[in-house]
């Protein structure tokens, strides 16, 4: 094996060429330089509000969600080129402006990140009965052994946040991000997070599409189904939102539904899968009152009986499972959860953000900071689900399995962690990736579409 002689070039390269198209989807196709701008006044000798946020933002994409790490590129050109930047921000400087103007600027990323899913015709798949999934779901974020703001017990045990997000389509587009403290419960202020995400999906989606709705059984309250209906009755012209929530059992005997099953008022369809196991399907319509709030509405169940475990052992007293979802729809119970059962897949989005995105622990101690944190991680999750879905699924992409959409990790491995070299001629910039770089036809692709506006 031959040994390398080590040196340094004089020439301006790149690990991180990808930042040409995020700086290109922020500028073409989203009002956040403008937005910014209008937070406050900045001196003409001080960095603009533009470059802060952009500058975060381009550092999230990198997987760098801690302040210090923007020290690294004060003096990158290409840095400063992809992102049309006047300025990079200090360490300092960076997170003394995103406390200062917190609240302010989380308003101006979040309405750039609607503005970038509406202009790029971002694409909402819709699942096999024609209705567009939103799925909303908390997912507690591990900052224990700290003393940040709003940092308490989670209800997974461990202490931390529990933001609540909402996603969009199978492509899992990110629509709404709440940071929330971690002992809060999490049906607390879903009502108008409902209402929000809702208003937000109806801009996004054309009037005859139709939605469903899913939410866990932590969020079984019939407040969240009368924010459905009352949406419904204020677009009537528009397709409906239908509802897939997961029933809260609470105090109810699984005995009890077993014995109903079998009896034949309940008209329940029964299967064997194995030996020693009978699932029973059927639906019941109840007239349920929660406060101010009275609906009669439809009740998927499953009642399951096990008298013999997976492993074949016998058991001396039979296990009983119950279950239930509460919906509009009339289709038959097995395709109902089914569909549910896709809602286990916000889980995996859930994961990007806090391993892809490092965001797993939140860099400042103010709560009012980390929530536009995580908002800027949700302007950058759909740039980078964009590129991931637009490069990496088509007939150029470099080649990997079928899927219906690349992990985040993927997309920054692929197009965005990419070497090359920045040339200047004349008035003109040119980026040179080498001639090995598979990924250069799929990025020239991208960067000219993200040009039209």
């Known amino acids: 094996m031959r040994q390398f002689v080590i040196e340094q070039s004089a020439a301006d390269l790149t690990s991180h060429a990808g930042l040409g198209l995020i700086g290109r989807a922020l500028h073409h196709h989203t009002d956040l330089a403008d937005a910014a701008s209008a937070v406050s006044d900045v001196r003409p000798d001080a960095i603009q509000h533009r470059d802060i946020l952009a500058s975060y933002i381009a550092l999230v994409c990198l997987g760098k969600s801690d302040f210090e790490a923007v020290t690294a590129f004060r003096a990158d050109e290409f840095f400063y080129e992809a992102l049309g930047l006047r300025d990079v921000p200090s360490e300092a400087t960076l997170r003394q402006r995103l406390d200062e103007h917190a609240q302010a600027f989380r308003s101006a990323v979040d309405q750039a990140s609607e503005d970038f899913l509406r202009r790029v015709g971002a694409p909402i798949t819709p699942l096999a009965n024609g209705l567009v999934p939103l799925d909303c779901d908390v997912s507690p974020f591990d900052n224990g052994r700290t003393h940040k703001e709003g940092v308490s017990r989670t209800y997974k045990g461990c202490d931390g946040y529990a933001p609540m997000l909402a996603y969009l389509g199978q492509e899992g587009w990110c629509v709404e991000v709440e940071l929330r403290e971690g002992r809060q419960h999490c049906q607390k202020d879903t009502p108008a997070l409902l209402a929000r995400v809702l208003e937000r999906t109806r801009r996004l989606l054309p009037t005859y599409q139709g939605v469903l709705l899913r939410l866990d059984?932590?969020?079984?309250?019939?407040?969240?189904?009368?924010?459905?209906?009352?949406?419904?009755?204020?677009?009537?012209?528009?397709?409906?939102?239908?509802?897939?929530?997961?029933?809260?059992?609470?105090?109810?005997?699984?005995?009890?539904?077993?014995?109903?099953?079998?009896?034949?008022?309940?008209?329940?369809?029964?299967?064997?899968?194995?030996?020693?196991?009978?699932?029973?399907?059927?639906?019941?319509?109840?007239?349920?009152?929660?406060?101010?709030?009275?609906?009669?509405?439809?009740?998927?169940?499953?009642?399951?009986?096990?008298?013999?475990?997976?492993?074949?052992?016998?058991?001396?007293?039979?296990?009983?499972?119950?279950?239930?979802?509460?919906?509009?729809?009339?289709?038959?119970?097995?395709?109902?959860?089914?569909?549910?059962?896709?809602?286990?897949?916000?889980?995996?989005?859930?994961?990007?953000?806090?391993?892809?995105?490092?965001?797993?622990?939140?860099?400042?101690?103010?709560?009012?900071?980390?929530?536009?944190?995580?908002?800027?991680?949700?302007?950058?999750?759909?740039?980078?689900?964009?590129?991931?879905?637009?490069?990496?699924?088509?007939?150029?992409?470099?080649?990997?399995?079928?899927?219906?959409?690349?992990?985040?990790?993927?997309?920054?491995?692929?197009?965005?962690?990419?070497?090359a070299r920045l040339v200047r001629t004349g008035r003109r910039l040119k980026l040179v990736f080498g001639a090995q770089c598979p990924a250069v036809t799929i990025y020239r692709a991208l960067y000219l579409q993200l040009a039209v506006t």
């Not at 009896?263 to 020693?276: K, N, V």
């Not at 980390?370 to 879905?389: E, K, M, P």
Request: glycine share 4%; aromatic share 8%; with cysteine.
């Open 217 to 419: 059984s932590g969020n079984d309250a019939l407040e969240n189904i009368a924010a459905v209906f009352a949406h419904n009755e204020q677009h009537p012209q528009a397709a409906q939102v239908h509802h897939l929530i997961k029933w809260n059992p609470r105090q109810e005997r699984p005995e009890d539904w077993l014995a109903y099953a079998e009896s034949q008022e309940s008209d329940a369809h029964w299967s064997t899968p194995r030996p020693g196991k009978r699932v029973a399907l059927f639906s019941v319509v109840e007239d349920r009152v929660d406060g101010e709030y009275e609906d009669t509405l439809r009740r998927v169940m499953r009642v399951t009986e096990r008298t013999i475990d997976q492993d074949g052992q016998a058991l001396l007293v039979p296990e009983i499972t119950l279950e239930g979802w509460w919906t509009s729809l009339w289709q038959a119970e097995a395709s109902i959860i089914s569909w549910y059962a896709e809602h286990g897949t916000s889980e995996q989005f859930h994961s990007e953000f806090k391993t892809d995105l490092d965001l797993e622990r939140f860099p400042s101690g103010k709560f009012a900071t980390n929530a536009l944190v995580l908002t800027c991680a949700q302007l950058a999750y759909n740039l980078l689900r964009w590129i991931g879905q637009e490069g990496l699924l088509g007939a150029k992409a470099p080649p990997r399995h079928r899927a219906k959409r690349r992990r985040l990790r993927t997309v920054m491995q692929e197009l965005i962690d990419l070497a």
